[in-house]
């Protein structure tokens, strides 16, 4: 059997990685194209910026303003429910979502400004964006309509109260407290969903090169995971619990908790929380 010559080897070699790399090339060119094909894609700069933007605030920012709400109210090493109302989830939440609320109307105002000022929206982008605008600073009003907070603990100096002191709007779980939470975490399912399908729908109008649909999707699936996995591992504990502790005299427990998959413990069950392993 004649061996193959030195020669013959780097040819074929040589050959392999020309055609590797064209495939590499090949797929590169693919991924960079707009989805529908086209041979060219152009978008003013203005709209641009208008689509990153948007893709930080409800991709990025929204997700971890959920999740800190949601599954940060005690932290790990916390040794709850000796210690209460740790204000890491709130301070958090309330700075992502400001952050989220000031990158979305300037966002908005890019996009109005490169329509020529035009009042109408002309799409149904532009529909789905003026509403998803107007529920994000619906949910600010909302929040600075939220009433007192209450307690024995004062939030802000961590001073205790006399007992005359303590009742407030969350603390007692007045009207008004219970309104705002169940319109707050509405209005903010409302704009996970919506802000989803105007992204979506944004990449169409703007026929978006294809690795963006690929990685928002990819993203998506990721921060859908971690919510699954936090909220079969962790849990998202009632609020009221997290501030105040397991006192079943407390006014708060008059009600179930508000939201959906909210875990309320016990003194029992209490020491067995997910956070509180290694305590």
């Not at 020529?116 to 003026?130: D, I």
């Not at 079969?232 to 427990?253: E, M, S």
Request: charged share 15%; no cysteine.
């Amino acid at each position: 059997m004649k061996r193959p010559s030195w020669a013959g080897i780097g040819v074929a070699v040589g050959v392999g990685l020309t055609a590797s790399h064209a495939s590499a090339a090949g797929m590169t060119d693919w991924l960079l194209a707009p989805a529908s094909g086209s041979a060219s894609h152009e978008i003013a700069t203005g709209i641009a910026w208008h689509g990153r933007l948007m893709v930080l605030a409800w991709a990025f920012l929204m997700p971890l303003a959920l999740i800190l709400a949601r599954y940060f109210k005690i932290v790990p090493g916390q040794k709850w429910p000796a210690r209460l109302d740790n204000p890491f989830w709130f301070l958090s939440h309330r700075r992502v979502g400001g952050l989220l609320i000031v990158v979305v109307t300037v966002a908005a105002v890019l996009a109005f400004v490169a329509s020529g000022g035009s009042m109408v929206p002309e799409t149904t982008h532009g529909w789905l964006g003026v509403f998803v605008l107007l529920l994000t600073w619906l949910q600010l009003v909302n929040a600075l309509l939220r009433g007192t907070h209450g307690g024995p603990v004062d939030p802000f100096t961590r001073q205790k109260r006399p007992v005359e002191q303590w009742p407030g709007d969350h603390f007692s779980m007045t009207r008004r407290r219970i309104v705002f939470e169940y319109a707050h975490k509405a209005i903010g399912y409302l704009l996970v969903v919506l802000s989803a399908i105007a992204l979506l729908a944004g990449l169409n109008e703007a026929d978006a090169p294809r690795w963006m649909w690929l990685a928002i999707v990819a993203w998506w699936i990721v921060v859908v995971a971690a919510i699954a996995i936090l909220q079969w591992r962790v849990g998202a504990i009632d609020t009221y619990q997290a501030i105040w502790g397991l006192d079943r005299t407390l006014p708060g427990y008059r009600r179930a908790p508000i939201g959906v998959g909210i875990t309320r413990f016990d003194e029992d069950s209490a020491g067995r929380a997910p956070w509180q392993r290694g305590n």
